[in-house]
């Protein structure tokens, strides 16, 4: 099949146990990636360096001398990814045996299609149990209404064309939205888009989670993101101050543990 990078970055507070049984649901996949490129955000701790030590003849690693978030780690591991087709990869995440494989096959029945990604199931962090599964849009024009007011891809999931994000100006620095910045980009470019209707991966949540997506400072980075998207074109004036409204009711007065359920049941 095709010749595809998988693209992953780690840095120091990253679960060691995890990151071990991420690297080994891609080298356990029914057809296995060319290459793996993990990105070193800053130094990181022993405990780790002994998991990345172990594949050390297969991936390759690329370090920056300190912490400089998930943005700026993609846009390096991206340029430093030797093939057309790259496969996203978190550190703490189970992709599926046949994940690679479903994706590879759908690009070569589909060669137009620029980036790639599904559904995908949460699990507990500690007792792996499933928790909720986040559906996405499937085809191009449904992606195209569904970023108007959420991000219509699983990031931990999508395969992409490099060539189609290094179009784009690649990954840039966007506090919890350098995805979904991306994705914008890309849509306002016209490129092709999909999403597989199956579970592709299996990531891990936890009540911290529904933390990071609450706060004042998370709710500016939408509003950013919301504004970009409007001055892409991609939303109208309308569609902005009811983005914007029914975020700051979720993110800022809503409690964590509501929260945590509205995420769950509602958005899910």
Known sequence: MTKFSVLMSVYKKDNPVWLKEAIESIFTQSVKPNEVVVVCDGPLTKEIEDVLSQYSVRIILHRLTKNSGLGEALRQGVEKCSYELIARMDSDDISLPDRFEKQLSYFEKHPNTAILSGWIQEIDGKTLQ????????????????????????????????????????????????????????????????????????????????????????????????SKKMYELGLISLPTFLFNTSVRFCVQVLMPNSVRGWFYRKVLR
């Open 130 to 225: 499933p928790v909720a599964i986040r559906e996405v849009p499937c085809t191009d024009t449904e992606i195209k209404k569904f970023i108007k007011t959420r991000c219509p891809f699983n990031h931990v999931t999508v395969m992409y064309k490099k060539s189609a994000v290094l179009d784009v100006g690649n990954y840039q620095p966007f506090h919890l939205m350098e995805d979904y910045y991306l994705w914008a980009r890309m849509v306002a470019t016209g490129y092709e888009m999909a999403n597989l209707p199956e579970i592709l991966l299996n990531a891990r949540v936890d009540a911290a989670m529904y933390g990071r997506r609450g706060g004042l400072k998370y709710f500016k980075s939408n509003y950013a993101m």
